[in-house]
């Protein structure tokens, strides 16, 4: 079902690396955990808040850490709206072939 669909969205989890797998198109909606984990799927893309404290779950120089004990507001700032606007980007450019996927920018 992933390998037929014309886009998959998830949070940052396993979904997420099993798509960037599969080489299916991708979008991670990232928050407590940063971008690069996603960085060697080329077929993955992100979305993520403009906060500064996003991706404080995970750093390369400390590991994972707890939860925030304020909940996460970065992921509340990430809107549907938002993940929507980046979806229709995404669907509206044309989709190489995994093998020639160019370099995740």
Same mark, same amino acid.
């Given at each position: 079902?992933? $390998? +037929?669909?014309? !886009?998959?969205?998830?949070?940052?989890?396993?979904?997420?690396? !099993? /798509?960037?797998? *599969?080489?299916?198109?991708? *979008? /991670?909606?990232?928050?407590?955990?940063?971008?690069? *984990?996603? +960085?060697?799927?080329?077929?993955? $893309?992100?979305? $993520?808040?403009? *906060?500064?404290?996003?991706?404080?779950?995970?750093? #390369?120089?400390?590991?994972?850490?707890?939860?925030? #004990?304020?909940?996460?507001? +970065?992921?509340? $700032?990430?809107?549907? +709206?938002?993940?929507?606007?980046?979806?229709? !980007?995404?669907?509206?450019?044309?989709?190489?072939?995994?093998?020639t996927a160019g370099p995740r920018i």
């Open positions: 079902m992933i $390998e +037929a669909a014309d !886009l998959t969205i998830g949070n940052d989890s396993g979904f997420c690396h !099993l /798509a960037g797998v *599969l080489q299916a198109r991708t *979008l /991670a909606i990232c928050g407590p955990t940063a971008r690069n *984990l996603f +960085a060697w799927y080329r077929t993955v $893309e992100t979305v $993520e808040p403009y *906060l500064q404290c996003r991706g404080c779950y995970w750093r #390369s120089d400390r590991g994972y850490r707890r939860a925030c #004990s304020v909940g996460c507001e +970065a992921l509340a $700032e990430t809107t549907a +709206a938002r993940v929507m606007d980046a979806a229709r !980007l995404m669907l509206d450019r044309d989709f190489p072939a995994a093998e």
